[in-house]
DNA sequence: AATGAATGAGAATTCATTCAT
DNA sequence: CATGAATGAATTCTCATTCAT
């Protein structure tokens, strides 16, 4: 109670870490340019210097956030066993995790929208991130083989259109759930509104993929 | 002495205009938080004060865009026709209508994605929007009800789910393409990508109105 | 005396021409790194912004200050009048007034060390400091050419190494004089020792130039 | 285990001596105001806390230079064994190591400008530098006598004034080669240029030294 | 109606220095 | 003796906004 505790922390990678959560929390509600450096370090209960100290200025740190966002939610793809379910059960998976990832982690989304305005200066090069992406799609692919093999699915469906599309359909109704309230007049974000639109989604995604009539 | 031309303008209309545009790209390119007051009022051709006089502030400024870009969309929708047009034609017209406006409007997706990171408070209550979107919407609900009626489309679609997700494919492929291109390692933007894409959401969302197997 | 004065002022010349004085007087002070941006805003009236609205920062707003004062002693120099006098007066009038501008502008010569420690960077290029520079050397070389003639100085002196060593043992006393008074143990800046020096100088100068045995 | 070698030196003079070289070079190149005491850490491969530990401050860091630099300089005039040469080879010998020593050791130059402008006070009062100086003026006023008892130099020529000016004329021309390239339009530095130089400074000296006709 | 000089509050970034180990 | 993480106080620079003309 009366020690005097100047330094929170000895712990350079725990002070990384808090300072890091705290980026992101911030970068994801301002935005890159509306977000305030001095918020990220009270925040994090950290020095602002240590900032600079360990990311090099408020960009950098912009990019850590951003590069840690994605390696966590590709991390999570990976965890899902996608290629020991069905191949309709592997997609259905796909669209509840995407879905819900998206609804868990809010701030993914603001923070991929942020470093889109910037035209991905931040990511640019970075082949880690090229790479844990391609296992993903390349996972997807193997479903989609999977479902034409075994007469499921479609031929010849891109994989990578369809890892979009996945992506599209959650990212976009959630993304714009504040304007899409104001304009079409319900709730986006009420329990049953939700669960609809996962409904629709798998729904949208079954029928993309499954074996059916030739269109357009 | 006397030949001096202080004022470019006296027409009010211009000037507002001018301000108008040049913030939609500014707002566009740095988003709300990013945009600079001074940058639109030297790219508008008009003096800073002439902003205050004519919009009262930056953020009331960005609120007028957003509304703008909101109500151009929605015209653009009304003058297709769509009522004119087979169900089918109708859903392909309206598909490709918004991937285009998306592609020629790209200052759209940004400034509807800093409305969304700002909670929509800049069109929370515009009953002007609200009634433009529920004209959209009941103009898609009256092409799915001729085509169900018709027996081409399934029934019981839901038309806000659909409209959602008519954007959400074209959306956020444009959205993404920047951080796209360096995770998926090509051109989102390039010709054949863009009509590649293009012919993908068609089929996304014709296979979605078509009759089919129920699926789920 | 019970008006507000919130502006100071509404001439943009006035505005400039203080925030240059209270930076010479800064810069010369403490150097380009020592020197406080705040300082000069407080010293010149004026607000900080204006010193970025006109001088664009730090350090243009520097460079700016070494211009001037290289503008203005060159500008002194020409209007000795230096064509009128015998080669000998005019030569003992530059060494004299050399001598006594340095007393008089002593910031001219912390400003000039501040430029040299940073490499000339902020005048690199500049032609018309450049054109000002060959002007006066042009003009010391006309009296060295009078004087051969007159068969009073010697012949074939070399007019840039006379200018700067003129300069040289003004400069260096009055540069040094903090230094030396502590390392000599004499007030280099008592009335006595400046009249002293600047017979020493003006000797050594005249010894210099006059015709005499060949040395060395 | 015990195997770490956490402590780079156990040598307490010897990280001293890192140190002061680190910060003569750092505080030369970039004055008391704008030396970091970070780079002079790094530089020196000593921790930082070290510069406080051994020196107390960045301040008490930079008057351990100056006088570091003083004090150098003045055992490399009394190496010259002046009083061994004739008056007017002792003469040169000096005038052309003064030269030598700031065009091998430019930081000293630098250093003594930084001195000087902060009014000397990092050296007030040093009675070491004090017995230096006047020791080093002794010698020369050694040889001005003899040269004046063999008639060769003029009598009664004062031997600071003279030190002063022999110091002066290499001192400013080498500390302003960067304002004099860009003034004059010639590399002050270049192998020719500095011959030139010497030669001149040599003339001037012996000129001013040498028995002749009473000016002024 | 239009101008642009001026402003104060606040933003990012830097720095010398100290503390716990 | 030595380390390097952490800090608070400045410092440079930016920005939306207002005032005098």
């Given at each position: 109670?009366?020690?005097?505790?100047?330094?929170?922390?000895?712990?350079?990678?725990?002070?990384?870490?808090?300072?890091?959560?705290?980026?992101r929390?911030?970068?994801?509600?301002?935005?890159?340019?509306?977000?305030?450096?001095?918020?990220?370090a009270e925040q994090s209960g950290a020095n602002k210097r240590m900032i600079y100290h360990y990311f090099g200025g408020k960009e950098q740190l912009f990019a850590a956030v951003v590069e840690d966002a994605y390696t966590h939610i590709r991390s999570g793809e990976r965890e899902l066993g996608l290629d020991e379910l069905s191949p309709t059960e592997a997609i259905c998976r796909l669209v509840e995790f995407t879905w819900r990832y998206y609804l868990e982690n809010p701030e993914f989304i603001t923070l991929v929208n942020s470093e889109n305005l910037h035209l991905a200066k931040h990511i640019s090069g970075n082949r880690q991130l090229r790479k844990l992406q391609k296992n993903y799609v390349d996972s997807v692919a193997a479903i989609l083989e999977r479902g034409a093999a075994q007469g499921v699915f479609r031929k010849d469906i891109d994989a990578a259109q369809l890892c979009i599309t996945i992506a599209a359909i959650g990212f976009y109704y959630l993304n714009n759930r504040h304007t899409g309230g104001v304009l079409f007049g319900f709730n986006f974000a009420s329990r049953e509104?939700?669960?609809?639109?996962?409904?629709?989604?798998?729904?949208?995604?079954?029928?993309?993929?499954?074996?059916?009539?030739?269109?357009?």
């Open positions: 109670m009366g020690e005097k505790m100047p330094f929170r922390s000895r712990n350079p990678e725990a002070t990384k870490a808090d300072i890091l959560a705290a980026a929390s911030e970068f994801a509600k301002a935005g890159l340019g509306g977000a305030r450096v001095d918020k990220i509104a939700l669960a609809a639109r996962l409904k629709f989604n798998t729904d949208t995604i079954l029928r993309l993929v499954a074996v059916g009539p030739m269109l357009g």
